[in-house]
């Protein structure tokens, strides 16, 4: 059972538009949330993270909102640019374990 | 920039086969972690450490061994390597702060047992 659900699977958008990637769980003890960026052939690397303290976080282009009560999150890209297409995880973390709970991912592709 | 490497970056071998993949990091990061990448299961955890000696358990353990030989290096050992093991293995690092740390990846290894 997947303890971390992501939407959409994949997405295209046009350049310049605003992507919404959104993200649910149900365990209540989750309380930090990172968000991954994968280029093919590449690591994930961290984009963007959220505490669930926080209900937002923003750093440039990239915002991730946090809703405690209905347990969901999402990451906006807004103005979005061919450089940008890549593979995007939402993670979620219990406590201070270290231990990361990752979605499946959604591949997003930005057409010129 | 935290710097994880990973060896060999390619590796095939036959069923039952022996395999050993090496990470190392060089940030003095006190948790590493072996992740494993495939469609349609995104990334899943395998094993992950503390520190030099220590192995905690993941979510997708069996038929791997890992060994967290010193703060530096992680070890995961396939002894009867399966098909089933054909995957994209990450490793990664991250010193555990108040309530929030990241993980640094490493480039990845693509194993393919044939």
């Known amino acids: 059972q997947q303890q971390v659900r992501q939407s959409p699977q994949s997405l295209t958008v046009w350049e310049g538009g605003t992507t919404v990637l959104t993200c649910s769980y149900e365990d209540s003890t989750f309380n930090y949330f990172p968000w991954y960026q994968q280029f093919p052939g590449e690591g994930p690397a961290l984009l963007i993270s959220?505490?669930?303290?926080?209900d937002k976080k923003e750093d440039g282009r990239f915002t991730t909102f946090f809703n405690k009560r209905e347990k969901k999150l999402s990451l906006h890209i807004i103005d979005s640019q061919p450089g940008d297409s890549a593979t995007y995880f939402c993670a979620a973390r219990t406590g201070n374990t270290g231990k990361l709970i990752f979605g499946l991912g959604t591949t997003l592709q930005v057409q010129p | 920039e935290a710097a994880v490497t990973q060896s060999p970056r390619n590796k095939v071998t036959v069923t039952g086969g022996n395999v050993t993949l090496s990470c190392r990091q060089t940030?003095?990061?006190?948790?590493m972690y072996w992740y494993r990448q495939d469609t349609g299961h995104g990334l899943r955890l395998i094993h992950y450490s503390y520190g030099a000696g220590n192995l905690q358990i993941g979510d997708v353990p069996d038929g791997y061994k890992a060994t967290r030989t010193t703060q530096e290096d992680f070890f995961l050992l396939l002894e009867l390597a399966s098909p089933s093991q054909t995957s994209l293995y990450f490793c990664?690092?991250?010193?555990?702060?108040?309530?929030?740390?990241?993980?640094?990846f490493g480039p990845g290894t693509r194993l393919l047992v044939l």
């Open positions: 959220i505490l669930s303290v926080s």
């Open positions: 940030n003095s990061h006190n948790y």
């Open positions: 990664a690092s991250s010193d555990l702060g108040l309530n929030q740390d990241t993980q640094y």
